[in-house]
């Protein structure tokens, strides 16, 4: 069989796999050692698969992910998400849908300490949403906030997502996390700016809550949120100011968040217990994922796919904005149906070599690739953040609902990626200065 034929017969199969719900790491995986099975006979497809895994596994700059996420788990466990959310709550009650807008913004800040996108709905649903619905908000609008503004965790640094990407591109992860910094501010406040003109126009949505805080109130509670902006002071700052890689400044917000949780006394036994285990438990979910990528993307190169298509990509000579469009309709499209990151590792090895051929810059591309595959989580039918909503409300909202509600954030989606696309200086003008 001609390889280059194998090929894209091999990436068919592992869409149709990916259709009957095979998990997408052992679809990748089965379809590239068969592949190279038929490419190069036994002995060349076990090395591979003897080889491949240990060198991923091995690399430093993948050992950033699960210290993020071990940040990540124990700044969950020890409490800083319920003082964000109350301080937000404090500062922002006063505006139209004061809520949901302060759900939003502790949303980002969580981010900066999470890196994931689900830990950031999961850990603001169960204390947002209640509050919420107790005071007559939307339930669409209450329970769409908190799973759009969850994909914040995906942008604002640490981004276990940029690190995959930054990983298999070859690029500076620091550059890439950085790049994410502002884009994500941008979502969050058009986000809100979204909800103040809804709520503005239909106050029913979010009924106006009789509180009031004084100056003093607002100062406490913004004396409880010290420890954030300590840890992402730590890690961010050290990282833009290239005092430490992506890897150690994962070890050092690990450290900064055992220190401030024990600090507060939030330290327990079981909470580390337990944050060990949910960082170890999705590093590993990860790592599997990722290593069917890259035996799929070797699969492809000795079959010659990448280099067909930079070469048809040459002799066509389309412009960059076609090309960018395009990638974004297929991310639009997988991101309907599979996991995020899966939707990225699985097209990573397609689209690379053809941006590179453009000679369009790569970091740039990865903010556009991670901003794509996180609205992958708000878009029907398969939008994880909703589930993980929906997980969070039980029967007290319908999934429709949820989808409803985010109907309205997937539209601030369309401008925010225009704005990402149209000047690309938002994303770049940050790491320039590294």
Request: net charge neutral; charged share 10%.
């Amino acid at each position: 069989m001609d390889p280059l034929l194998l090929g894209f017969a091999g990436i068919g199969l592992v869409l149709v796999l990916l259709a009957f719900r095979v998990p997408i790491a052992v679809s990748l995986a089965t379809v590239s050692i068969a592949g190279l099975y038929l490419l190069r006979g036994p002995r060349a497809s076990l090395g591979t698969l003897g080889s491949l895994p240990f060198d991923f596994a091995s690399s430093f700059t993948l050992s950033a992910v699960p210290m993020f996420l071990l940040m990540g788990a124990i700044a969950f466990h020890t409490g800083l998400t319920s003082s964000l959310f109350k301080a937000a709550r404090v500062w922002l009650n006063g505006l139209p849908g004061g809520l949901a807008i302060a759900s939003n913004f502790a949303s980002a800040g969580f981010s900066a300490a999470s890196g994931s996108s689900l830990a950031t709905s999961a850990a603001m649903g169960r204390l947002a949403i209640p509050e919420m619905l107790k005071y007559g908000y939307d339930k669409a609008l209450a329970t769409g906030t908190i799973a759009a503004a969850g994909t914040l965790g995906a942008l604002i640094p640490p981004s276990i997502a940029f690190v995959i990407y930054g990983w298999y591109a070859e690029l500076p992860v620091g550059q890439l996390l950085i790049a994410g910094f502002l884009p994500g501010l941008m979502t969050a406040a058009i986000y809100a700016l979204m909800i103040v003109g809804r709520c503005i126009v239909n106050p029913k949505l979010a009924p106006r809550i009789d509180e009031h805080f004084t100056l003093g109130d607002r100062m406490r509670a913004l004396r409880d949120v010290w420890p954030l902006p300590l840890l992402i002071a730590g890690v961010i700052g050290s990282i833009y100011g290239g005092i430490a890689t992506p890897t150690e400044a994962g070890a050092v917000g690990a450290i900064l968040a055992l220190f401030i949780g024990a600090a507060q006394r939030q330290l327990t036994w079981r909470n580390l217990i337990m944050s060990f285990a949910e960082a170890l438990k999705t590093t590993s979910s990860i790592f599997f994922i990722a290593i069917g990528a890259i035996l799929l993307t070797r699969f492809l190169a000795i079959a010659g796919v990448p280099q067909f298509l930079t070469s048809f990509v040459s002799e066509i000579d389309p412009e960059p904005i076609w090309v960018i469009l395009s990638m974004c309709l297929v991310y639009v499209i997988l991101g309907m149906f599979l996991d995020p990151l899966g939707v990225m590792l699985l097209t990573l090895p397609i689209f690379l070599p053809i941006y590179d051929t453009l000679g369009v810059d790569e970091i740039w591309i990865g903010v556009l690739v991670v901003k794509l595959i996180e609205i992958g989580l708000l878009t029907p039918p398969i939008g994880l953040n909703a589930y993980v909503v929906k997980g969070v409300v039980g029967n007290q909202v319908p999934l429709t609902t949820i989808f409803r509600g985010l109907t309205w954030f997937l539209a601030c989606e369309v401008v925010i990626m225009a704005l990402l696309i149209a000047f690309p200086a938002i994303s770049l003008w940050l790491p320039s200065f590294m």
